[in-house]
């Protein structure tokens, strides 16, 4: 009797200590990634505001198109829910975790590039979105991915279990203060780049996965596609600048990723804004071979939504 005693006396204190430094580290993770991820993520999942035109793509969505011009030059109300590293699988969760919570926009902007169409399994690193299980949708999509959804659910502090190394000592590591100019944090869009720097570190997560393409990934695409167009939604695809001496140019990859771009966008008759070849672009405006210095993407913004102007006026 006594040792029953001693044993649910450890199991309560062992819970109490265990949930207890699971709130401590939910609190200091989502505190390190707001900015990056969990501003964004609580719009996408437990937002309901009305916007009339949503960006969908990886990080030259997340970090080179702004609202703030676009809204500026369109008069409407856009939001930019790109994110790093986003393959197919999860610009397909993204597009329906915002129907369930938002009213359908007017328009979708889908940015595209080579790395839509192959095999990243993006959803294995994004560990932000272990927060929001208690949305079916995101717990499906998490399990199928590879996480004990169940287990977390009940035990929160075991998802930190699940952790890369980099995201666990981030939990340790104070970030530093993001430089702030120019709407340069504005409604999903990020970019502190003001002018011509190298990237350090991985902090776009652009990854183009393989260079094989993946029949799943243009399974994902053509479903998104599908899903968007039977809800009456506006669908514009979006090649997005690239400087002149990108590497990425003219490989064999690349070729094929555009035809087959080009060659869906037809299939359902979508207009495929085209921004790559743009010679307003100059190296002056890039960080890198595919992403914008802040100086650029205003300009990108600017000239994208004269192109949306064009085709919702």
């Known amino acids: 009797m006594m040792y029953s005693k001693r044993l649910v006396i450890i199991i309560i204190i062992t819970c109490t200590v265990a949930y207890t430094a699971g709130y401590w580290m939910d609190h200091a993770y989502k505190k390190r990634w707001a900015t990056l991820f969990f501003d964004k993520s609580d719009e996408l999942i437990r937002g309901n505001n009305n916007y009339d035109i949503i960006f969908l793509g990886n990080s030259r969505v997340h970090f080179g198109i702004n609202p703030y011009y676009v809204d500026s030059v369109t008069k409407l109300s856009s939001y930019n829910l790109g994110i790093g590293g986003a393959d197919m699988e999860d610009i397909m969760l993204t597009s329906n975790i915002y129907l369930q919570q938002h009213p359908k ?16 399994e993006t959803l294995k690193t994004r560990f932000h979105y272990l927060f929001y299980l208690d949305n079916d949708t995101i717990s499906k999509y998490m399990n199928k991915a590879g996480f004990l959804t ?3 659910k009940v035990f929160p502090f075991t998802k930190y279990s699940f952790f890369d190394e980099y995201n666990r000592t981030s939990l340790f590591l104070k970030g530093k203060q993001y430089p702030v100019f120019r709407h340069n944090i504005y409604k999903g869009f990020f970019n502190i780049h003001q002018y011509i720097n190298k990237i350090e570190g991985d902090l776009y997560n652009n990854n183009t996965g393989s260079d094989r393409l993946s029949g799943t990934a243009i399974t994902y695409f053509r479903k998104t596609l599908s899903m968007l167009k039977q809800k009456g939604i506006s669908v514009v695809l979006l090649a997005p600048p690239e400087k002149i001496s990108s590497k990425n140019r003219g490989t064999a990859f690349k070729l094929v990723a555009d035809s087959i ?8 008759q979508l207009k495929y804004l085209h921004f790559e070849n743009d010679a307003s672009y100059t190296d002056d405006y890039f960080v890198d071979d595919i992403h914008l210095n802040e100086p650029g993407t205003k300009i990108y913004s600017m000239q994208l939504a004269d192109s949306i102007k064009s085709i919702l006026y």
Request: glycine fraction near 12%; charged fraction near 15%; aromatic fraction near 8%.
């Open 261 to 268: 771009f080009t060659s869906i966008s037809n299939e359902y």
């Open 150 to 152: 169940g287990l977390i």
């Open 105 to 120: 926009p007017r328009l979708v902007i889908l940015s595209l590039d080579m790395g839509g169409l192959t095999e990243n």
